[in-house]
């Protein structure tokens, strides 16, 4: 299988290229080609793994932060990616029959440990396959893609006036209120990840 070179390096390191790797490398290049560049751009993951070391790894590389926040609840997403700059959010969520192995390869996970070479080297054929039909496709082929405008509203108001959030109709300080597709929210409501807010 031919691998980009800098994917290649990472496998090195990694020791193995699995399905997620592959994910969060596609992933991570959709979104540096979608802004230009990592750098501005916070990313959040719902799940430790391959992926969000990918993630990790192109974030380091193109970016400045080189931080992935893993997020500890459940989300509506799989992958989350904001822009400050842009004020854009980008969402990933995975299909999940484009990326799993078939059940019938799945079926073979508990004999793998049982020293039969030959269902190894089934099961290693079909987990290449599948890493290198991530590699091939357009993103957009596994990911259901999200593109969401969200900006600080007013975020150097000076007073301590409140605003009503249009989604849980708490009221919240202007300074901490987003614009999310032109609907004013509270931080809770913003989809956005609590950890980012302090450097806003
Ligand atoms: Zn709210």
């Given at each position: 299988?031919?691998?980009p ?14 399905p ?5 490398w ?5 979104v540096h080609e ?5 750098q ?8 430790e ?6 993630l ?5 590389e ?10 500890e609840?459940?989300?509506?997403w ?10 854009t ?10 990326i799993?192995?078939?059940q019938g ?17 089934i ?18 082929s596994?990911?259901?893609i ?18 009503r ?16 597709e032109?609907?004013?929210c ?15």
């Open positions: 299988m031919l691998v070179i800098e994917l290649y390096g990472l496998t090195q390191r990694m020791g193995h290229l699995s997620d790797l592959a994910i969060g596609q992933i991570g290049k959709y979608f802004f230009d560049g990592l501005e751009v916070r990313i959040a993951v719902a799940a793994g391959d992926a969000a070391f990918a990790s790894y192109l974030s380091r193109h970016g400045c932060y080189g931080q992935v926040t893993v997020t609840t459940p989300r509506p799989d992958f989350l990616f904001y822009h400050a700059v842009t004020g959010a980008l969402h990933f969520t995975l299909i999940r029959k484009h799993v192995l078939s390869l799945r079926s073979l996970e508990p004999h793998l440990a049982m020293d039969k070479p030959a269902v190894v080297e099961y290693r054929t079909g987990l290449d396959l599948l890493v290198e039909s991530i590699l091939k496709r357009p993103v957009d596994f990911c259901k999200r593109q969401i405008r969200c900006r600080p509203l007013l975020q150097t108001a000076e007073n301590n006036s409140t605003i959030c249009c989604r849980c109709g708490k009221s919240s300080f202007v300074q901490n209120a987003w614009d999310i032109g609907q004013i509270c931080q809770t409501c913003s989809g956005l990840e609590p950890a980012w807010f302090m450097y806003h």
